[in-house]
């Protein structure tokens, strides 16, 4: 049996909009794990291996490795990066300082490797699982009534008990909770990123060492930090570059990079660096945006029969590394506390969600804040003795990377759907739990901080 911990059904229906994403396709392994009944929509009309490097930390690879047992992570671990830890250069190729990987610290590993080949296994998964994935079906449209919600697509309506937006950064499900469409603004940065094969980097004596294993380097300097890392036993090249920019995102958020723009910005960097990017083949590069978004007031809408997950409720910026763990996290939480809801009370299972979720989230999205900042503002002229202490090297929380989102739900579920009834959060949030619910978009309070969009 490819997943032995199912459990029996619930009558609880959702449909979830998102197969292409981590997020959507998590919260459907999760849901069909308990029990509940999921069909997937997915714009794009077949399965595709988009994107470059993605990280789950081991608060992801804990519910990885749970997922069938452990055949999910047995798929995932040959095209893992296997390195033993990371080095941290300054821009002219001066050692800052070295991380060991923290292995098994966290009670689970970290899985970092080419997100479209992660995304295929988890997608053939969910499959196997049982989940219906229909693709080819664009969502357009969101609906809510008492009782119920759903969606219009093709032209066809559907309706469940919940319906999910892990409809990513450009989310339409948003402005049916929100009651408006909010506006992406600026960062100010972008981020070039490729992946590629390293025959050319093997023929070169500055990067044939990167070829013979994996590997994983950071290069920092004012404004601007470049990653690059060997996965596959050095065979596969994956190198991002996070840097200024001042172009206009009105529209596309993802463009061709031009190797020639890159070296305006890292050119006289150290040679590897100049090396790396002279052999990228031109038509791997992508200059890919990142957004600002204000926080969102709440991630439920009104009657708390469809929610948001993953970047469609909290974008974050590549440097909190989290993106892609927190959408999982979502997935879980949501699951569980359907599960423990039971059908005649989704509402209340929905609002436990968010409250469960939102306050951990935000604290993870500033991690991402401060460890840019971090790299971007340090005072490189005397980085390399003042880091003797440390202050480079990247968080590695016990909060963020020991939690078990599952354990966790289902521990707290009690609790905070028995404040959630009593009014805790705004008496306006107590409603009818088989029905809708009346609830204010400010319920759920939060630091006024930016949210960044395209992730980790
Ligand atoms: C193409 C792509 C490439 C990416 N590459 C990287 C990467 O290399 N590294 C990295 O760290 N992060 C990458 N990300 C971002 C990363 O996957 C997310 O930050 C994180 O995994 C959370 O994902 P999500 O499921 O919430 O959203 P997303 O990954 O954005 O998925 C949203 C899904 O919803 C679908 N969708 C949207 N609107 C509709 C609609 N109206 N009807 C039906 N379906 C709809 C989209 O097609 C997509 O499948 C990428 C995202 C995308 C979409």
């Not at 909009?17 to 997915?42: D, F, P, R, T, Y």
């Not at 990017?277 to 009104?302: A, E, G, H, N, Q």
Request: proline share 5%; charged share 25%; hydrophobic share 35%.
């Amino acid at each position: 049996m490819v997943c032995p911990e199912q459990l029996p059904p619930t009558g609880i229906q959702v449909i979830i909009v998102g197969a292409e994403g981590i997020g959507g396709l998590a919260c459907a392994i999760e849901c069909q794990n308990k029990g509940h009944s999921v069909i997937v929509l997915e714009k794009f009309p077949k399965l595709e291996i988009l994107g470059d490097i993605i990280s789950f930390g081991p608060n992801a690879g804990r519910i990885i490795e749970r997922w069938g047992n452990g055949l999910v992570a047995d798929r995932l671990r040959p095209i893992t990066l296997n390195h033993t830890g990371s080095t941290w250069r300054r821009f002219d190729g001066a050692e800052i300082t070295k991380m060991r990987t923290h292995g098994l610290k966290f009670g689970s590993p970290m899985y970092n490797g080419h997100r479209g080949e992660f995304h295929e296994i988890f997608f053939n998964f969910a499959k196997e699982t049982g989940v219906e994935i229909r693709l080819g079906q664009r969502v357009e449209e969101y609906w809510e009534e008492p009782g119920k919600a759903g969606v219009i697509v093709n032209g066809q309506r559907m309706e469940a008990d919940l319906v999910v937006g892990a409809d990513g950064v450009r989310s339409k499900a948003r402005k049916l909770v929100l009651g408006y469409d909010d506006k992406p603004h600026s960062s100010g940065y972008a981020v070039w990123r490729t992946w590629f094969t390293s025959e050319e980097l093997a023929k070169d004596p500055l990067t044939e060492w990167m070829t013979k294993g994996d590997t994983h380097t950071g290069w920092f300097g004012p404004d601007v930090h470049f990653l690059a890392a060997s996965l596959k036993q050095g065979k596969d090249i994956s190198w991002v570059c996070t840097h200024e920019d001042k172009a206009d995102i009105e529209e596309s958020w993802s463009f061709p990079g031009k190797i020639e723009d890159v070296l305006k910005v890292v050119g006289d960097w150290d040679p590897v660096v100049q090396t790396l990017v002279k052999k990228t083949p031109p038509d791997t590069l992508v200059d890919w945006k990142l957004v600002y978004r204000d926080p969102l007031p709440t991630w439920i809408s009104k009657g708390a029969r469809t929610c948001l997950l993953g970047d469609a409720a909290h974008p974050f910026l590549p440097t909190s590394i989290q993106g892609a763990s927190q959408a999982m996290e979502d997935g879980v939480v949501l699951a569980a506390c359907l599960h423990a809801a039971g059908k005649d009370r989704v509402p209340l299972a929905v609002r436990s969600y968010e409250r469960i979720r939102y306050e951990r989230c935000r604290r993870a999205q500033r991690l991402g804040e401060t460890n840019r900042d971090t790299w971007h503002k340090a005072d490189f002229s005397t980085v390399l003795e003042k880091e003797k202490a440390g202050g480079m090297k990247l968080p590695t929380p016990p909060w963020l990377f020991s939690h078990d989102s599952e354990t966790n739900a289902y521990r707290v579920f009690p609790q905070v759907s028995k404040d959630i009834l009593a009014g805790k959060y705004g008496s306006e949030e107590i409603g009818n739990q088989t029905g809708i619910c009346e609830k204010k978009l400010t319920t759920v309070s939060a630091p006024v901080t930016k949210q960044a969009e395209v992730g980790a």
